[in-house]
């Protein structure tokens, strides 16, 4: 077991006067998850670094104040306004920085797979506290004893979106080099009409606010909630993808256009595997929830640097049996039909649903503050999300790049992520959390069926 031991705590703020009051947020930031979102880095300083103690974290307190002038919200605080919505108050109080060390080493943490290890390494949000009083964002910095560090971030989701905040740490790292600012953020979410009145009524059904199917024979989602979940990387080479492609694409009617991407392919057999994992009876009925990113799907298109959440998520169903029964790309087809749905005039018809809702409360995922009314999409559903496209790797703050960068700790049933390879050699990891009763079964339908199609 790691041990980490805090040091001191800091509370960062923008080195230059900022804009003081309110923002309203835009409906993307106010449902979903409202948390904080962890990640997690780990660097390998050279001896140059290591020799000058206090170097590195007053190099990231001094870049961490004047990138906040730019990204000035992540310095605020949030507050509940009437109907379980959200405004974001731009005070500058401030981002919190920690300070701590390990008598660990880097190589203790193996290929870095998730484990209660990576826990003590990313700051810990004290829910317990009125939300206008939890910073935006915390940062932890931690020494161990062979020289290298880690970085774990968390970030508010109900501010940025993955999109957003790998945007402000790609900045944070320039400054820190010593370079100019690349993208300055766009702030004004008035783009998205935050705070405005609705002004119609939805013009399309949006079965992604309904709650997702339950397990058949029960009548809530408290017992699954229960259960005891676990998180594994998964690894596929780019070989093993591309066998999964042209398993999906070989049942790819004609008609269909294009072929199926990675992201249709590689969440249409995560799905399959989940189904044939969990046992499911064949008709039950399953969803899993897709991640979209609006900005470049409106028009015209959001501007660039465009700072907040800008994804809407959207669900493709099906049966157990009709999912593990027929090919692959029957799956990835239920995918696609969803995901192309997303046009301009959809993102606004689902910004009207939401505009004209007297309250959000029951699209809100606020299990880490003990409410569970949210969506689950745990057993008999899960969601996938891709960062497949996200400018993840390579930040360098002067010392180097990172080893290794990835999700921090997570435990909600059927959550997982896609994520690009770190050497860029199209390999993919999946990083995935399910009961821990299920995880053997999946890793082995996981991997079975790749196999199966070399033999074939």
């Not at 399309?204 to 594994?232: I, N, Q, W």
């Not at 057999?269 to 900005?295: F, L, V, Y």
């Not at 809100?364 to 960062?387: C, R, T």
């Amino acid at each position: 077991m790691v041990v980490v031991s805090l040091k001191a705590s800091y509370t960062v703020k923008p080195s230059e006067p900022t804009f003081d009051g309110r923002l309203s947020l835009s409906e993307w930031d106010q449902i979903g998850t409202i948390t904080h979102v962890p990640t997690i880095y780990f660097y390998r300083p050279s001896q140059d670094w290591i020799m000058r103690d206090g170097d590195i974290l007053a190099t990231l307190r001094d870049s961490l104040s004047r990138v906040l002038v730019h990204f000035y919200p992540l310095a605020g605080r949030l507050c509940w306004i009437q109907g379980s919505r959200l405004e974001l108050e731009c005070n500058a109080m401030g981002v919190q920085l920690i300070e701590a060390e390990s008598q660990a080493t880097l190589d203790d943490f193996g290929d870095f797979a998730p484990s209660p290890d990576l826990e003590s390494l990313v700051p810990c949000v004290n829910y317990n506290s009125p939300i206008h009083e939890l910073p935006l964002m915390l940062v932890q910095l931690t020494k161990f004893s062979c020289g290298g560090i880690s970085l774990g971030t968390s970030i508010s989701h109900a501010v940025a979106d993955g999109q957003s905040a790998l945007h402000f740490i790609d900045e944070w790292a320039r400054l820190a080099r010593g370079e100019p600012l690349g993208t300055p953020p766009f702030l004004d979410r008035k783009v998205l009409r935050a705070g405005d009145s609705p002004i119609a009524p939805p013009c399309f059904d949006h079965a992604e606010f309904s709650h997702p199917p339950l397990l058949m024979g029960a009548s809530s989602t408290v017992e699954e909630r229960k259960k005891g979940t676990t998180v594994s990387l998964l690894k596929l080479t780019k070989t093993q993808v591309e066998r999964l492609k042209k398993m999906a694409n070989d049942s790819r009617p004609t008609e269909c256009g294009r072929p199926y991407s990675r992201y249709e392919t590689i969440a249409a057999h995560i799905w399959r595997c989940a189904c044939n994992a969990r046992g499911h009876k064949p008709e039950q009925p399953t969803a899993i929830g897709i991640c979209i990113d609006s900005r470049s799907r409106m028009r015209p298109p959001l501007p660039q640097g465009y700072f907040g959440n800008a994804t809407l998520d959207v669900i493709a169903t099906g049966r157990s049996g009709e999912l593990v029964s027929k090919p692959l790309g029957y799956a990835s087809s239920r995918i696609r039909a969803a995901i192309e749905k997303v046009t301009d005039e959809y993102v606004w018809s689902a910004i009207d649903f939401l505009k004209n809702q007297p309250d959000l409360s029951q699209f809100q995922d606020l299990h880490a503050l003990g409410n569970d009314e949210g969506p689950f999409y745990g057993n008999p559903n899960l969601g996938v999300i891709s960062w497949l496209t996200l400018p993840m790797y390579g930040i360098d703050f002067g010392w180097g790049k990172e080893v290794y960068m990835g999700p921090g700790p997570h435990d909600f049933d059927g959550d997982s992520l896609i994520l690009p390879g770190h050497d860029g050699d199209g390999s993919l990891v999946v990083a995935l959390c399910l009961q821990v009763a299920h995880m053997d079964a999946f890793k082995n339908f996981f991997y079975e069926a790749m196999a199966e199609s070399s033999i074939d």
